[in-house]
């Protein structure tokens, strides 16, 4: 099965910064089709997990414009331009390539500073 | 819209079985994979299982393999997740999403906790 590794685990941030989080697989996410199926899902408390950018970059329909996925290969960020109070919780990436099975990383908690 | 309810979670011994329904709506049941993801307390996602349109084809993560069992009743719009012979590590709320291969799953319900404990 494909592990994926997020860094931070932990991520204080102060309002209004940039946020950075790493992913990376323990083997390509290139699918045979040509596509990357990198996604990131965003969990607050208490509720179910959103996604917020899928195919490494693709940004979900309501997702601000400050949050975009980059990366290629085994190594991909997710980036917040400017963390806004509703952007605390845990951040997932998520890999579809290799399924089954799907896998994800193990969350990134933001909090803020 | 699309909307997913899970139901049927509870206190269970282990060893013992439960059967989660999901009730979907807004969106045409019968076209499109359904998986279910779950999340012990505190931990983060696990896939568990999914299953094709037609629910000829099926896919169970490593952990749950020869104890759980996924259907569906498409002419209710209903997904079902039988678990039998269950253990303390299966305690988690489990999520009932559409679709979930590839891309990842953008509608999830809201979840529905199991938790096995004697």
């Known amino acids: 099965d494909v592990v994926m590794t997020q860094s931070p685990l932990s991520l204080p941030v102060t309002l209004g910064q940039p946020a950075s989080i790493s992913c990376r697989s323990s083997?390509?996410?290139?699918?045979?089709?040509?596509?990357?199926?990198l996604n990131w899902f965003h969990q607050r408390p208490g509720q179910s997990p959103r996604r917020l950018i899928y195919?490494?970059?693709k940004r979900d329909s309501g997702v601000p414009d400050r949050f975009s996925g980059s990366g290629s290969g085994t190594d991909f960020t997710l980036k917040i331009s400017r963390v806004e109070a509703e952007d605390v919780g845990i951040y997932y990436c998520m890999q579809g390539t290799h399924w089954p099975p799907i896998t994800f990383g193990q969350g990134t908690r933001l909090e803020i500073k | 819209q699309v909307q997913l309810v899970e139901s049927g979670g509870g206190l269970v011994k282990p060893g013992g079985f439960l059967r989660l329904s999901c009730s979907a709506s807004?969106?045409?049941?019968?076209?499109?994979?359904l998986s279910w993801i779950r999340q012990a307390p505190g931990k983060g996602l696990e896939w568990v299982s999914y299953i094709s349109p037609s629910g000829g084809t099926t896919y169970y993560a490593e952990s749950v393999k020869g104890r759980f069992t996924i259907s569906r009743d498409n002419a209710k719009n209903s997904l079902f997740l039988q678990m039998n012979s269950l253990r303390a590590e299966d305690t988690a709320v489990y999520y009932c999403?559409?679709?979930?291969?590839?891309?990842?799953?953008?509608?999830w319900g809201q979840g529905t906790l199991v938790t096995v404990s004697s």
């Open positions: 999403t559409r679709g979930g291969a590839l891309s990842g799953s953008y509608y």
């Open positions: 195919n490494v970059s």
């Open positions: 807004g969106f045409s049941f019968s076209d499109y994979y």
């Open positions: 083997q390509s996410l290139v699918h045979s089709d040509g596509d990357t199926y």
